[in-house]
């Protein structure tokens, strides 16, 4: 069966300073992995998926298969990046997505 | 820039009663979902629908759920009797390939 763990419910950073939201699953199949975002009182929004190897707002996250990981990562953390932060997995030839529990990353001005 | 809609944003309803959550996708979308997240808890996938018949469902979609795209517009959810465990947050989202575009949800209380 598909997993999505986040074992970070919380953290918090400082401005300036690199941040590493982490994220691993577990699934048999070729999984598509997605990192969604969500802001104070706004709804749930991709802020990138992995085939697509976009940086988006500074961050970044690479598909590692040997540690099935997806971590997202960003250098230098800003205040606007405090938000809630959901790694989601797409099973091959599904359309629905498996969500991690989410990361609360609190930037520190 | 277009968004998925959903009403209302806050429902409260007494156990055994029937609700529908109505969410408008974006209007060339072709795949539309709905989600629930119970308070603390992960987004979790209640069920997909595809050319107007449910593509894919989760366990949690059991008889007393059920969803419908009556006009083909809206996309509603419809709780038979609900029971307090109902309670969540119920997003709805909508793709026209892989990504998926969420609603703002609507939030759930069964007293």
């Known amino acids: 069966a598909q997993r999505v763990t986040q074992p970070e419910k919380l953290l918090s950073v400082f401005k300036g300073a690199p941040v590493e939201l982490k994220c691993n699953y577990s699934y048999s199949g070729s999984p598509e992995l997605f990192w969604y975002v969500q802001y104070s009182r706004q709804r749930l929004q991709l802020l990138l998926r992995h085939i697509s190897r976009e940086s988006i707002k500074g961050f970044t996250a690479d598909l590692n298969k040997g540690e099935t990981s997806f971590h997202l990562k960003k250098p230098f953390a800003q205040e606007e990046d405090s938000a809630m932060y959901y790694c989601a997995l797409r099973q091959t030839g599904a359309n629905n997505l498996f969500f991690g529990t989410g990361t609360r990353l609190t930037v520190i001005p | 820039e277009p968004e998925v809609t959903q009403t209302p944003s806050h429902q409260v309803t007494q156990m055994g009663q029937e609700v529908i959550l109505r969410c408008v996708p974006i209007s060339n979308h072709l795949y539309f979902y709905w989600y629930r997240q119970i308070l603390g808890q992960k987004v979790e996938f209640l069920v997909s629908?595809?050319?107007?018949?449910?593509?894919?469902k989760s366990e949690i979609f059991d008889d007393q759920f059920s969803v419908e795209r009556p006009d083909g517009s809206n996309f509603t959810l419809k709780i038979r009797s609900t029971k307090l465990e109902d309670s969540a947050m119920y997003f709805c989202?909508?793709?026209?390939?892989?990504?998926?575009?969420f609603g703002p949800g609507t939030r759930l209380l069964v007293l």
């Open positions: 989202a909508s793709s026209l390939e892989e990504t998926q575009y």
């Open positions: 629908f595809y050319n107007n018949e449910i593509s894919e």
